[in-house]
């Protein structure tokens, strides 16, 4: 059984950073793609961005340019640099990991909020 928990959320202002980490605890699993959405109160929840195992990226439009996502392998951690905040980034983020054990199942984090202000 795999369990993801989230950290680095917070406040800050318009213009800010913050880095965002997700790991996957457990063991007897292989993690195959990782990660972020984000949701605000009355909308869906929507994706980040996304990286497989291999490496490879994908990002919202709205975030490509400011947003990073990365992975270390070794430590079941992804990780997500956001620069150039904006207050329409304000949202909880979930980080979610596409995870084999067995069968292949969909695990999400519990969630950070990150506040920007303007």
């Known amino acids: 059984q795999a369990r993801l928990v989230e950290s680095g959320g917070g406040l800050v202002q318009d213009g800010g950073s913050l880095r965002l980490s997700c790991t996957a605890s457990?063991?007897?699993?292989?993690?195959?793609?990782m990660g972020w959405h984000r949701q605000v109160p009355g909308k869906q929840r929507e994706l980040v961005a996304k990286?497989?195992?291999?490496?490879?990226?994908l990002y919202a439009d709205s975030v490509k340019g400011r947003f990073t996502i990365s992975r270390d392998n070794a430590k079941n951690t992804v990780y997500l640099q956001m620069n150039n905040l904006k207050p329409e980034d304000t949202a909880v983020y979930y980080c979610?990991?596409?995870?084999?054990?067995?069968?292949?199942?969909?695990?999400w984090g519990q969630g950070t909020q990150v506040t920007v202000s303007s």
């Open positions: 990286i497989t195992s291999g490496g490879s990226t």
């Open positions: 979610n990991a596409e995870i084999w054990t067995t069968w292949k199942q969909v695990y």
């Open positions: 457990g063991s007897g699993f292989i993690i195959n793609a």
